[in-house]
């Protein structure tokens, strides 16, 4: 056995297991072809080296020779690692880092691409066995940076993996959720471009709690109250009369104490206000642009979105028009079902996913009691106890993922429901001018951007969707 490599098989087989990128496995297994360029270093150095820790940014390693080098029992056990690295190798030819694709990678073109701890020269070839069907053959690895030994493998505690998020964002697995996030942003953005709907920047720090102070961040803002946004709805309003369409991209914070799967205090909140906006059209709105935003980010990246379980011709599949079914239908169904509600019961997440189970397509649930919305949702005409409100719930039981409605414009009604959730109405004034200086019908909607994505992924829980989850029990990292 050589000089140091028991201890190092020891960290190679604790290590093998996790599939991030490890330097000395790119300088020992690459491909069984590889022919060496230069001077080797002795296999003894490179285990030592990185059972100690040390750096050798910058060398160039012979892998063949390397390898010749390594005991029997060493090179078993770290043979399972060379599909990993094949696999890190054919992805960096795939892209440099950074976004710029490489002008060269076609078959048997050469390249010198990057990856996350160094760089390998070679040529692109044909491999059935890779993802894609090509990969590098490398010629030469220049190891940029080795660093200590990686502190994530399998099998490890929800929590030890949500402290080192920092870390465990680099897997394969999130590193296709946030491209697929990416993507699903870019189709929301096409979406309005093309409904001339403008973007707009209303502001975080807020004097009003917009939906209620129980759920609202407060913090003292030079000795007045001051509160992290729950909606920019208000603002939009404002916007909506110079502009007509407007939306907005923005961090929502909610103070609520839940711990449920589809739960955070701080999550991306997608706002649309529509003048001259009724509640049919405001509904076929919605439903258009998910059908639009979906088949979009199925068709660029299917991919990833099978490798994360979600084959894309299921959101290909979505169709326009969704079911529509009242409040009070809702809660017939779900007490045939055996649920203990009533007219006026909340919907929870229980409640919710019995109505969608078994459905391929959202649903829209509309029409709720008064009481349950918020105090700025227009009161229904046919029956005075609801509101001209929707939630559009994510097929497969998953929930809310968008809430609509029609905007309150009488002045009077206003009034009551603010004092009803027990705010000031002089800290409102500014809003209520809203109606008291021209006022046009106009409606609105937000959308939980990370819960669409927990659906479209199928997540079993949402902070698997955001890089660094906020939620009642953890603000760090």
């Not at 201890?7 to 300088?27: C, K, T, W």
């Not at 690895?141 to 402290?163: K, N, R, S």
């Not at 007045?224 to 369409?245: D, K, N, V, W």
Request: glycine share 6%; hydrophobic share 40%; proline share 5%.
């Amino acid at each position: 056995m050589l000089r140091g490599a028991r201890r190092g098989r020891r960290s190679v087989e604790r290590r093998q297991r996790h599939d991030l990128d490890d330097a000395v496995l790119h300088r020992l297994v690459l491909d069984e072809d590889v022919r060496p360029v230069e001077t080797p270093v002795d296999a003894r150095e490179l285990i030592d080296d990185r059972v100690r820790g040390e750096e050798r940014a910058g060398v160039r390693h012979g892998v063949a020779a390397d390898l010749a080098e390594v005991a029997e029992d060493d090179v078993a056990a770290i043979t399972d690692r060379r599909e990993a690295v094949r696999r890190d190798v054919r992805l960096a030819a795939d892209r440099v880092r950074g976004g710029q694709r490489h002008a060269g990678e076609e078959q048997g073109a050469a390249v010198l691409v990057h990856f996350e701890l160094g760089a390998a020269e070679g040529v692109v070839a044909e491999d059935r066995r890779a993802l894609d069907g090509r990969e590098v053959r490398a010629s030469r690895i220049d190891v940029i940076d080795a660093g200590e030994p990686f502190p994530i493998f399998t099998d490890q505690t929800e929590e030890f993996l949500l402290d080192r998020r920092h870390l465990a964002i680099r897997s394969q697995e999130s590193v296709a959720i946030f491209r697929v996030k990416a993507e699903l942003l870019r189709a929301f953005r096409e979406f309005f471009d093309r409904e001339e709907v403008v973007e707009m920047t209303p502001p975080v720090l807020t004097g009003n709690a917009a939906e209620g102070g129980a759920e609202a961040f407060q913090f003292d803002y030079f000795g007045r109250p001051g509160y992290l946004s729950q909606t920019a709805q208000l603002y939009l309003e404002a916007l909506l009369f110079p502009h007509e369409r407007v939306y907005a991209l923005t961090p929502s914070f909610r103070a609520e104490k839940s711990r449920t799967p589809r739960h955070l205090t701080e999550f991306l909140n997608l706002e649309v206000e529509l003048a001259w906006c009724d509640f049919a059209v405001l509904l076929e709105f919605i439903e258009r642009m998910m059908v639009d935003v979906l088949h979009a980010v199925a068709e660029r990246r299917g991919k990833e979105l099978k490798s994360l379980g979600r084959p894309p011709e299921e959101l290909l599949a979505i169709r326009a028009p969704f079911e529509r079914i009242r409040y009070s239908e809702a809660i017939d169904r779900l007490a045939k079902l055996g649920f203990p509600v009533h007219f006026g019961s909340d919907l929870g997440t229980a409640e919710e996913r019995a109505l969608t189970l078994e459905s391929k397509n959202p649903l829209f649930v509309t029409h709720y009691p008064r009481e349950l919305k918020a105090f700025y949702m227009l009161q229904s005409r046919d029956d005075p106890r609801t509101v001209e409100a929707s939630d559009l719930l994510g097929p497969e039981g998953y929930g809310e993922i968008v809430g609509a409605s029609c905007r309150e414009t009488e002045i009077a009604r206003l009034e009551e429901r603010i004092g009803q959730i027990g705010a000031r109405v002089e800290e409102y004034q500014w809003y209520l001018d809203l109606r008291r200086h021209g006022n046009v019908p106009h409606a609105g909607f937000g959308l939980g951007v990370e819960r669409v994505l927990r659906w479209m992924l199928r997540r079993e829980h949402i902070r698997d969707t955001t890089p660094f989850p906020r939620t009642p029990s953890r603000h760090l990292p």
